[in-house]
């Protein structure tokens, strides 16, 4: 299993962009990488998954390199409702949810 | 309105007493897992199921039974023998792989905090 490494929490002021770095060295050729977000007292919800390079959608965006060691999820412009608990998953057999990265953004 | 439904949102258990937690989905997915998590940690897999009728362990089974008599619904039965069931316990379900698709997205519930008395 694909095991990852997240720093444990990050801080950031409102309008900012927050990028965080998650390493997966070795992920599955065929494993997509996934994160989610998670806020207190509610189950984690879907932010956005890729394979390679970049991807973007309306919430976040994530960069890939190419050998897919590690990726990075980059939020733009955050605001203190993105303070919240961030998980990164390579896709595997079985999801391991591990510590994450708590992210605090101050006014 | 699609989507996975736990019941209750709080439980709270006597001592030697077993207690069920309730997860329907209505979003047609195969596979349906459970997870607890513990205050400032991660989520931890306790079980896990693919199809009706089958279902295999995850990391925290002990303590813990399921059942998949059917496709909607995944009960999770926290027994006497789990010894500090407090935690906060959420219900997931994903859809089956289809290639070329985005994989293995996992959906979950509201989540249901038990606690002892």
């Known amino acids: 299993l694909a095991k990852t490494t997240q720093p444990i929490s990050m801080d950031s002021y409102e309008g900012q962009e927050v990028n965080i770095t998650c390493s997966h060295n070795n992920i599955a050729t065929n494993d997509y990488i996934t994160w989610y977000q998670q806020f207190p007292s509610q189950g984690p919800r879907f932010i956005i998954q890729?394979?390679?390079t970049k991807v973007t959608n309306e919430v976040a965006s994530l960069f890939i390199p190419a050998d897919r060691k590690s990726s990075t999820l980059s939020l733009p412009r955050v605001s203190l409702s993105d303070t919240a608990v961030y998980y990164c998953l390579p896709e595997t057999g079985k999801l391991i949810f591990g510590q994450g990265t708590t992210l605090q953004v101050k006014p | 309105d699609g989507g996975i439904t736990q019941s209750p949102k709080y439980l709270f258990r006597k001592e030697g007493q077993n207690v069920t937690l309730s997860c329907e989905q209505n979003l047609n997915h195969d596979a349906m897992y459970w997870y607890r998590q513990d205050p400032g940690q991660g989520l931890r897999l306790i079980y896990y199921s693919q199809i009706v009728n089958d279902f295999q362990k995850g990391d925290i089974a002990e303590g813990y039974s399921v059942s998949r008599e059917k496709k909607e619904s995944f009960p999770l039965t926290v027994t006497s023998a789990q010894k500090n069931p407090t935690a906060f316990y959420l219900c997931?379900?994903?859809?089956?792989?289809?290639?070329?698709?985005?994989?293995?997205?996992?959906?979950f519930g509201a989540g249901t905090r038990l606690s002892v008395l």
């Open positions: 890729g394979y390679k």
């Open positions: 997931a379900s994903s859809p089956p792989r289809v290639a070329g698709l985005a994989k293995n997205i996992q959906y």
